[in-house]
C-alpha cells in the first residue's frame, strides 16, 4: 500500500514548449500551486511565460517587426478547477508501483501579450506521477484560447502548451 502523506497543497515548478498561434513554437516555464480538496478534485493557479518568435510575414517580406520586443513577452496566469478523472499506479519493474493521475482541468484568466491583457480561456490534461510521498512528476497538455486583433483581424487564438514538471505536496 502506498505511504503517502495527508498534505493537501502542491506547489512546483514546470517548463516545456508553446505554440503561440501566429508566432511559432517557444520555450515556457513557470509555476504552479494547487489545493486538493478531495482525492477527486483540486483547484489550481498557474503562472507561465514564454517569448513569441516572428511571424511568417516578418520573415518572407523582410518588413519592420510587428511587435517590439517588450511586446513579445507571453505571460499568463489562470484559476481552474481539476479533477483526477482516471486514478491508479504507474509500475516500473516487477516490484516499484507509484500512484497516478490523469486529471483535467478548466479554468480562466489573463494573457498579456501584443500590448494588450486578454481574458483567457484554459482547458487541460495531464498526468500526475507520485515519484515520493511529497514529490509528483507531472506531463500537461493545455490550450490557451484568447480574442485577439493583433495581425488585422479578430480572431480565436488557440495556444498549445506541452510541459513537464516537478510539484511538492506540504
Known amino acids: 500500500p502506498p505511504g503517502l ?16 498561434e501566429d508566432f511559432g513554437s ?21 503562472l507561465g511565460t514564454a517569448k513569441a518568435g516572428r511571424t511568417s510575414y516578418e520573415d518572407l517580406s523582410g518588413s519592420a517587426a510587428l511587435l517590439t520586443d517588450d511586446e513579445r513577452q507571453f505571460t499568463y496566469y489562470d484559476l481552474s ?31 498579456d501579450f501584443g500590448g494588450d491583457d486578454h481574458f483567457t480561456v484554459t482547458l487541460g490534461t495531464g498526468l500526475r506521477v507520485l515519484a515520493t510521498d511529497w514529490l509528483a512528476v507531472h506531463m500537461t497538455a493545455r490550450d490557451l484560447a484568447f480574442d485577439s486583433d493583433l495581425l488585422g483581424k ?5 495556444n498549445l502548451q506541452f510541459t513537464f514538471g516537478l510539484t511538492a505536496f506540504f
Open 154 to 158: 479578430d480572431k480565436l487564438t488557440h
Open 5 to 20: 502523506d495527508t498534505e493537501n497543497f502542491e506547489a512546483g515548478v514546470f517548463a516545456g514548449t508553446i505554440s503561440i
Open 81 to 111: 478547477i481539476g479533477w483526477n478523472a482516471l486514478p491508479g499506479e504507474v509500475f516500473l519493474g516487477g516490484r516499484r508501483a507509484m500512484p497516478s493521475a490523469v486529471y483535467f482541468t478548466l479554468g480562466a484568466g489573463s494573457t
Open 26 to 46: 517557444s520555450f515556457v516555464w513557470g509555476g504552479r500551486i494547487a489545493y486538493h480538496f478531495t482525492e477527486d478534485v483540486f483547484a489550481e493557479a498557474t
